[in-house]
């Protein structure tokens, strides 16, 4: 059976008489235009295994199944949304079914080899999914997810914007990350309350080891934890003005207009690592400003 002699989605959800669940972040892409666009953004796959977190009805998986994936693991946490995801399969051993909740899956045993993730994430776990993803033990070879709109810009943020803050410096010093499409809250069904965004994330070839991504997580936590004080005073527990001084930085700034290679040299200076030589440092430039 093709995507094509599937009823549509709507039709599927009545003859399964489900109805959308609040508490599982349900809103649903019942377009199967506009689910293909965004595995087009997502590819091309080569041959490589997707995951795809919280399928519900299937039409992010529909477009999946027509595309280039090798293989397509759908991880579903709703258990009334099975039956209808297993007359998806076509038999080939393609398509995988997995009920679980994703935040507790270990993605390494789903897949082999690398893999990507392709989700219109649930909105009350997105963040803690990404995170997860970002700084876990296993790494995706990129990852193409739906958010709401705002955390989307938190993601994808730049210094000195008003969503500059922790979620944009670990995301964007673990991948490059871009947000590729807008789509208003009327594209699903039910519509939620706010507009939603595709971010699409490839993790960085030299992006941090586990130490200094610990390292990077304690400083942005102090740093963004008072993003209003001066770092000398936000990052006093870390080492303060001494702190800023080994990484180049003047103590009189603030984190929201820190870029990300001044939070690696901060991160380097706590975790002790040494710091690359400039420029090699991530097109940075130190500034060893000195004021007053
Ligand atoms: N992919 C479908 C679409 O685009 O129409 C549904 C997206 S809906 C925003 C989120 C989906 O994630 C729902 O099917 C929901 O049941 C599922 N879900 C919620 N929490 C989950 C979790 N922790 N693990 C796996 N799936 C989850």
């Not at 776990?125 to 876990?136: C, H, M």
């Not at 670990?170 to 309350?193: D, R």
């Amino acid at each position: 059976m093709t995507p094509n002699d599937l009823p549509s989605l709507r039709e599927t959800l009545d003859a399964h008489g489900l109805l959308a669940k609040k508490s599982f972040g349900q809103h649903f892409l019942l377009d199967l235009n506009v689910t293909r666009k965004i595995v087009r953004l997502a590819g091309p796959f080569e041959g490589r295994a997707v995951i795809e977190v919280g399928p519900g009805p299937g039409g992010l998986t529909r477009a999946l199944l027509e595309s280039d994936a090798g293989t397509v693991v759908l991880v579903e946490k709703d258990p009334r949304f099975l039956p209808l995801l297993g007359e998806l399969d076509d038999g080939s051993g393609r398509l995988t079914v997995v009920e679980a909740d994703a935040l507790g899956v270990r993605e390494a045993e789903l897949v082999e080899g690398p893999a990507h993730i392709v989700s219109n994430l649930p909105y009350n776990v997105g963040t803690p999914l990404l995170i997860k993803w970002l700084t876990g033990p296993w790494t995706p070879h990129a990852l193409t997810l739906m958010f709401q709109k705002e955390v989307a810009e938190r993601i994808t943020a730049a210094p000195g914007d008003e969503a500059y803050g922790r979620l944009a410096v670990i995301s964007q010093a673990v991948c490059e990350a871009k947000l590729v499409m807008h789509l208003p809250a009327a594209a699903f069904t039910p519509p939620p309350k706010v507009a939603s965004a595709v971010v699409h994330l490839v993790p960085r070839a030299d992006r941090p080891d586990q130490d200094l991504l610990k390292a990077l997580e304690r400083v942005t936590a102090a740093a963004f934890g008072q993003r209003r004080k001066m770092l000398r005073s936000s990052l006093k527990p870390l080492g303060g003005a001494a702190l800023c001084e080994a990484a180049g930085l003047s103590p009189e700034d603030r984190a929201e207009v820190i870029d990300l290679a001044g939070f690696l040299r901060l991160a380097r200076a706590v975790a002790g690592q040494p710091q690359p030589a400039a420029p090699g440092d991530g097109g940075a430039t130190m500034m060893r400003r000195k004021r007053g």
